[in-house]
Structures are given as structure tokens and as C-alpha cells.
């Protein structure tokens, strides 16, 4: 049992894809009997060849874990939190009981080390686990088994524990770290940081395997009123069951979700088809309709408050959804257009409009 030492491994593999009892039936076969039902067991082991990062943040009380791997749903075995308590990240032939097993220890008072201690020693195999775990009380611990595949190994410091197996080397992990200081004391939530460090540990290499299936997640606990709808107070639960670029996609989800400025365009829309919509709303008697005729002013093609406004009210009285529903304010969509033309044909106007839109949308190049 290693804890908390940074290092690479050395293991003799044996091809899964052969029946393992075959492999072991040369020789003894009582002397080799409960070594082959034990590897035959393994065959049906699940086994995470990943890098992970679990950490707190002392200020607010979150914990979290965010972990990526080639094969697929990592974050369904790997990352476990608990909200005011820590978190715990489990992987190589992955145990996914250390997860509970080890916050209950953390909840009761345990420091993480004889946590994990405690739990390694009664594992006949844990010279093939890797386990990282962290507490807001109680420090951390690490352990990358001897017969992990390499490069394996993990580092740690001030709120994290960072570990990898099957990795292109120790330079994944030192990127990891590298990120997560980096963003110390920066006011920024939990989970964009996690996210941060695991892309920087892709961008070094990752996993070292390619040509599979790929899978990213994170989690984090806030134990903070008002900060989940959740009875066990997970905050933030992005499960990328399988991407061409999982890691990347984690981050995509994250910004939008969180409305993370930068994660689109903002402009206000302006052009000939605004335009368009302010005649055939002021058509209908839905924009100024105190004017007789509409001109084109300085605003013409921006798409103004008072245009939202008359698009919102042709939406209501259409039975359209609307901003009371939670609808966009001023959403035009093909559906809204199709009505107005259709309110168009209705009142005998369409011919005239398309008349004028003829005219705005001619192509002259």
C-alpha cells in the first residue's frame, strides 16, 4: 500500500480476451484454482483507465470530483461527493464502494488517511486500485496501487488530490495541478475550475489510449442554502456518457447552463428581415398601428424593444407561447412566420405585402 507518494508502475498484463482459466491451467491446477476464479472474476471488473481530480473549496464548502477516460459513462462509478463532507474519486479496477465507504468515515470524524487506510487494508485487491479522497475536514489521501497500468501514479496540494492510470505520463497530472493553483483564490465556482484542470491534463495527452470511446463528468456538492433543489445537495451533475471530445463538451454544457458569459454571440439582430417583420406586423395592427403608412426611419432594421413587443403581442393573441410561459421574449420562429402570412391571407393583404418584401429582399449583387 502506497499513500500519498507520487510514482510510476511497472505490471505484467494478461490478455483479457482469453479465457483466464485457460491461461492459468498449466501447472498445479489446485494450487492455481482460486488465482484463476479470481482473474476470471476480473474479466467482468470494471476497470477505469483514467485521470481524475477531486477537490474542495474551503470558502464556500464544495466538493467535487471531475474525471475523463476512454471508455464510456466514466462518472456513473468513478466521482462520489457528499455535501458538507468531501468527495472521493475511484478508478484502475475501480471499487465503487470506497466512495460511500469512505465519506462515511470522513462524516464520522475519520481523518482521510486512516480512512483509506482502513478500507485498503481489507481489499485483497488493492495493489490494483486507485483512489483519491479528500474531505473538508480531515486533510486528504491517495493510493495508486503497484499493479496499476502505467503511467500511473498521482500528486496532491492545498484542496485537491489529482490521480491517473494508463496515462501518456506524469506530465497530465503536473498540468492538472498546475490549473487548479492557478485558480486558487479567484472567486470562481467549483466546477469551472475542476473543468479547467481536467482540460488542461487532455491537452498534455490524457489517456493514453486512443480509437475509443471517450467520457467525461463532474459533480460537485454545495452545502450552502438556496444553492440546489437537491435533498443531497448536488449543484452540478454533467455526465457526458460518450463524445468525440468529452472534455470539451463538459465545458460547452457548463457555460450554457450557466449562462457563463461568452458562450454565445450577443449582437442585436439587424437587417433586412427585421424590416419584413415590421411591415407585415404593422399589417396586421400589431406595430404602430397609428400610422398609416410605416416608413423606414433610423431603426428601421433593428430589431427593437417596441418590435418585441408587438411580436410578443401577435404571439399572445395567436395562442403562441409566450415570455408568461417562459418563451423568449420576442421569438420568431418559422411557425410565427407561417401565422403571419396566414393572418395575411386572411385579411387580403398578403399580395400587397409580398409586393414590398419583393422590393427589400431583391438580390443585387
Not at 403581442?313 to 403571419?340: A, H, K, N
Request: aromatic share 6%; with cysteine.
Amino acid at each position: 500500500m502506497r499513500i500519498g507518494a507520487l510514482h510510476g508502475t511497472r505490471v505484467l498484463r494478461v490478455a483479457r480476451s482469453a479465457p483466464v482459466w485457460l491461461v492459468w491451467a498449466v501447472g498445479a491446477q489446485w494450487a492455481a484454482g482460486a488465482a484463476a476464479q479470481e482473474r476470471a472474476q476480473d474479466a467482468d471488473a470494471l476497470v477505469l483507465h483514467t485521470f481524475s481530480i477531486a477537490a474542495i473549496d474551503a470558502s464556500t464548502g464544495e466538493s467535487g470530483v471531475a474525471v475523463t477516460t476512454r471508455n464510456p459513462c466514466v462518472g456513473n462509478a468513478a466521482s462520489w461527493v457528499r455535501a458538507g463532507v468531501g468527495a472521493v474519486a475511484t478508478q484502475a479496477m475501480a471499487r465503487t464502494e470506497y466512495g460511500p465507504e469512505l465519506l462515511d468515515l470522513l462524516e464520522r470524524g475519520t481523518q482521510a488517511t486512516d480512512a483509506l487506510r482502513q478500507r485498503l487494508a481489507a481489499d485483497s485487491m488493492a495493489e490494483r486500485r486507485q483512489v483519491g479522497v479528500i474531505g473538508l475536514e480531515g486533510g486528504s489521501a491517495q493510493h495508486t496501487g503497484k499493479e496499476t497500468s502505467p503511467w500511473s501514479g498521482h500528486r496532491s496540494g492545498l484542496h485537491y488530490v489529482t490521480q491517473g492510470n494508463l496515462l501518456v505520463g506524469a506530465e497530465v497530472l503536473e498540468a492538472v495541478s498546475r490549473s487548479f493553483e492557478a485558480t486558487a483564490g479567484r472567486q470562481r465556482p467549483l466546477a469551472d475550475r475542476l473543468i479547467e484542470a481536467l482540460a488542461a491534463g487532455q491537452a498534455k495527452g490524457g489517456d493514453a489510449r486512443k480509437g475509443r470511446i471517450q467520457s467525461a463528468t463532474v459533480i460537485v456538492a454545495d452545502p450552502r442554502p438556496g444553492r440546489t433543489q437537491r435533498h443531497d445537495r448536488i449543484s452540478v451533475h454533467i455526465n457526458v456518457c460518450e463524445h468525440p471530445d468529452p472534455v470539451a463538451e463538459l465545458r460547452r454544457i457548463y457555460n450554457r447552463v450557466s449562462e457563463t458569459l461568452g458562450y454565445r454571440t450577443l449582437e442585436q439582430f439587424a437587417g433586412r428581415d427585421v424590416w419584413q417583420l415590421k411591415i407585415m406586423l404593422h399589417a396586421l395592427g400589431y406595430f404602430r398601428p397609428g400610422n398609416g403608412e410605416l416608413t423606414a426611419d433610423t431603426d428601421a432594421f433593428l430589431y427593437t424593444a417596441e418590435t418585441v413587443a408587438a411580436v410578443d403581442r401577435f404571439r399572445r393573441d395567436q395562442g403562441l407561447s409566450t415570455p408568461d410561459i417562459g418563451s423568449p421574449p420576442g421569438l420568431v420562429d418559422e411557425e410565427i412566420v407561417q401565422q403571419l402570412w396566414e393572418e395575411l391571407e386572411a385579411a387580403g393583404k398578403a399580395n400587397a405585402i409580398r409586393g414590398q418584401v419583393r422590393e427589400i429582399t431583391a438580390v443585387r449583387r
